[in-house]
């Protein structure tokens, strides 16, 4: 039962309660705290992005969950919260990097891109007829040889990182980088203290075949995504 002062006000994405809440982004937040946990990393290197796929049922294969996607050669960005939510919005943004690079004959820049994505999130929260995208996007990339890092939301809120966590394992996420983030790492120290903070954050019940890396290199200034076997070495390692 919802309290009488919220009753109403949670109906319509234009209105405001009384104590200046949008209760429908709200909701949409939840969606992302629900959502399967990834983190993304920046070390010495260029950045690393990590996520859980959750596969729930051994019948599911789990290569058909994609959850880490490339975007244009240089950047990638991994999801948490509704996957046909972050499809959509990946497809917007593989758009506005390719509209950039005709317009202008160069690759869009990280914080161009993130700036884009959320502009369009935040009038989903602004006008009627359309509800917020229930997902959290972190949006990894390298611009003009610096690693970046940004964090989005369904209220289009808009937030560079050196290290963080979206959906439903965040608080444990936080604390494990809070407590060990080195920035001059390396890739295989950032890979290593991700594993660690999704162990931490699936209590766990870390499934290898359930893990997704991807990194973006500052060197070459190319996303790609990690193999099985590339992946499974790193779990074997933390496990050791």
Known sequence: MQPQYQMGYDRAITVFSPDGRLYQVEYA???????????????????????DKRVTSRLLEPVSIEKIFKIDAHIGVASSG?????????????????INRVSYNEPISVETLAKKLC?????????????????????AGVS?????????????????YKA?????????????????????????????LGIKALHAATEGKLDVSAIEIGVVSIETGEFRKLEKDEVKAYVDQFEE
């Open 119 to 139: 502009d369009h999130m935040q009038t989903y929260t602004q006008f009627g007829g359309a509800r917020p995208y229930g997902t959290a996007l972190l949006i």
């Open 144 to 160: 003009d040889g610096e690693a970046r890092l940004f964090e989005t939301d369904p209220s289009g809120t808009l937030l560079e």
């Open 29 to 51: 937040r939840e969606a992302v705290k629900r959502g399967t946990t990834a983190v993304g990393i920046k070390c010495s290197e260029g950045v690393v992005l990590i996520v």
């Open 164 to 192: 963080t966590g979206i959906g439903t394992g965040r608080p444990a996420v936080i604390k494990t980088f809070e407590d060990e983030y080195q920035e001059d790492a390396d890739f295989s120290g950032a890979i290593r």
């Open 82 to 98: 509704l996957v046909g939510d972050a499809r959509s919005l990946v497809d917007r943004a593989r758009v506005e990097s390719q």
